[in-house]
């Protein structure tokens, strides 16, 4: 375990992170389409913490990214910079083109954008239903039918599982199924691009296999293009086409799964560097 | 099924029990003038108590400040209506739509502030309007205030004379009906998709901005409503006391009581205030006054601790529920 030059410690901590095996098709298809979100020199500086230091990246129409990195790199303040709750230092941020930097998270929304929370935040005086309504009705701009929203909360409640929980308070749920909730929600509000913070920490490792393909029928079913952070190694190497990984708020590599854990510098940012070792 | 939650009065029951009772009241009081015109109060003060709780308990925005809304519209209607004339219906209508244009003024800059904050902008916002009726002298008449402020017409329906001078049992069905037009425009706002999105700014309104409610238009409707129904109650109150000066119109008391009522009562349900006001009134007429004729409004406070302390939800709490969708399923 001391010499690490070839990528195999990482390779093993992916490896041995779960003793119960998930097993998780590989993902084959390449996204093609045309770029959906761009950031472009993207900073946020809390007083001299830089803690996105000039991001740049691409997110193609259909993709699943994952976005991984060690506690404190910035994922999820790069998250609250993408989707409009926190101001950015410096940069730029194009969602179909259109600069969106400064817009309000509920006109992000609109636009089609949605996120979820690291630390799920459902609202408890109402129902699962009604948390979904509520996002089916104020997602999307203009006004729809009743009937045409309670037919996209009854198909939202089907696709996340939680049709037989509709009538339930949030907090006599169980933490997988607020997960689904919280993605139920972000889902509700028909956005094109989901950006999903930590949906899979909390669950077990069962609880994740039955997640995995959740997410990949979001992307192939729904079109929907994700952006994802995730703890689980395992789990983003296996549902992500492409990773961004970040450390101390710095991009250090954007490419395949498979190819981030030959890179010396991913492997330095999680297991150190040879000479501390 | 197993939900902690579960009401076991929906809240049109629990708004039909309280109207009937409100309506029966008078009788059970065999008309008499004093205690009617103690119940005139506590139904104006239940009715603000409703409206405040639309912003409160509906969207989540505590306001200390009432009194502002309360006093704009006391205003309006007894300046109309002594110096310019007006009819004191009209005057109504008025108080009420000043009412709610007060409240954007301090509302726009206010719901940038969240929590305690924003209630105590309003709270200062009330001190302001308090001071600006004591020293507009042209308008207002300062402290001296406003005397004589002609009550509600009479009404005619066919050979039926309603007169609002004479008796204070028709003042007090006029503002039963008030009250419970007030309680309609908050039951039919929750219901409503504005309703909702209130309830999601009311759960946590960093995520409500994230699936798309315009947080600030959100509160700032809730405020409004609030405010205006507020003021119509101020005007009422104008034309029902005849007097008025800047301490009685902007009293804390309008500011206080609301909230006082609507612990009491259980915020959670739409009825809850109008109960809580209903029934600390009762209390403190029958009960602490009789033994404690000095001082009894320290019972309030005491009452307040008690509530807050064995009973969070208040009186209604857990026992009437929304509606809730879903349920049905």
């Known amino acids: 375990m001391k010499s690490r030059t070839n990528g195999e410690g990482l390779r093993d901590k992916v490896a041995g992170a779960n003793p119960a095996p998930v097993t998780i098709a590989p993902m084959t298809q390449p996204a093609t389409g045309a770029t959906l979100l761009e950031a472009r020199d993207l900073s946020k500086h809390f007083g001299g913490l830089r803690a996105v230091a000039s991001i740049s990246f691409r997110v193609r129409q259909g993709e699943i990214v994952g976005v991984i990195g060690p506690n404190g790199a910035g994922k999820t303040t790069l998250f609250a910079l993408l989707s409009g709750f926190l101001p950015a230092t410096s940069g730029e941020v194009l969602f179909e083109d259109a600069p969106i930097l400064g817009l309000r998270p509920d006109t992000l929304c609109h636009l089609g954008m949605a996120r979820t929370f690291q630390v799920v935040r459902p609202f408890p005086e109402m129902t699962v239903f009604e948390n979904v309504k509520a996002a089916a009705v104020f997602g999307k701009q203009g006004r729809r039918s009743n009937q045409e929203i309670l037919s996209d909360v009854e198909e939202v409640l089907r696709a996340t599982g939680l049709a037989p929980l509709a009538g339930q308070h949030p907090p006599s749920l169980s933490l997988p199924q607020r997960k689904r909730l919280e993605v139920a929600r972000a889902l509700a509000t028909r956005p094109k691009l989901l950006l999903l913070d930590e949906v899979l920490a909390g669950l077990n490792p069962k609880e994740i296999q039955e997640a995995l393909p959740f997410i990949r029928s979001l992307n192939e079913k729904h079109r929907v293009t994700i952006l994802m952070i995730e703890h689980n190694l395992r789990a983003i190497m296996g549902v992500c086409q492409r990773i961004l990984v970040l450390n101390f708020g710095q991009l250090i590599f954007d490419g395949a799964p498979s190819d981030a854990v030959e890179d010396a510098r991913v492997i330095e940012a999680y297991l150190g560097g040879q000479q501390h070792a | ?329």
């Open chain 2, 1 to 329: 099924m197993g939900n902690l939650t579960r009401a076991f009065v929906s809240e049109r029951t629990a708004g039909c029990i309280v109207t009937g009772f409100v309506l029966a009241l008078p009788f059970l009081l065999s008309f008499n003038p004093y205690y009617t015109s103690v119940f005139v109060s506590a139904l104006i003060l239940g009715a603000v108590a409703i409206a405040w709780n639309l912003l409160a308990g509906v969207c989540g925005q505590v306001s200390f400040g009432h009194a502002a809304f309360f006093g704009i519209g006391a205003y309006t209607s007894a300046v109309l209506v002594t110096k310019w004339g007006f009819s004191p219906y009209l005057g109504l209508v008025a108080g009420g739509v000043f009412g709610g244009l007060g409240s954007l003024i301090i509302g726009i800059p206010a719901f940038r502030l969240r929590g305690p904050y924003f209630a105590l902008a309003i709270l200062g916002f009330a001190e302001v309007m308090k001071l600006l009726a004591l020293n507009l002298t042209w308008l207002t008449e300062g402290s001296l205030g406003i005397m004589n402020i002609a009550p509600l017409p009479p009404l005619e329906v066919g050979s039926l004379k309603i007169d609002f001078y004479a008796s204070r049992t028709t003042n007090y069905y006029v503002v039963a009906l008030l009250m419970f037009a007030v309680y309609l425009v908050v039951y039919f706002l929750r219901r409503s998709n504005l309703g909702l999105a209130m309830s999601a700014v009311h759960g946590d309104d960093e995520t409500a901005a994230g699936i798309g409610v315009n947080v600030f238009r959100t509160k700032a409707i809730a405020l409004t409503v609030s405010a205006t129904c507020t003021g119509v109650m101020g005007a009422f109150y104008a034309h029902y006391v005849r007097f008025l000066s800047p301490d009685t119109a902007f009293d804390g008391y309008w500011s206080v009581m609301p909230i006082v009522a609507s612990l009491f009562g259980g915020m959670s349900a739409l009825i809850g205030p109008m109960a809580g006001a209903l029934v600390i009134t009762g209390l403190d007429e029958f009960v602490f006054k009789r033994f404690f004729e000095t001082g009894h409004k320290l019972f309030f406070g005491l009452l307040l601790a008690v509530v807050i302390v064995w009973a969070p939800t208040g009186l209604l709490g857990n026992r009437v529920g929304k509606r809730s969708e879903g349920d049905k399923r």
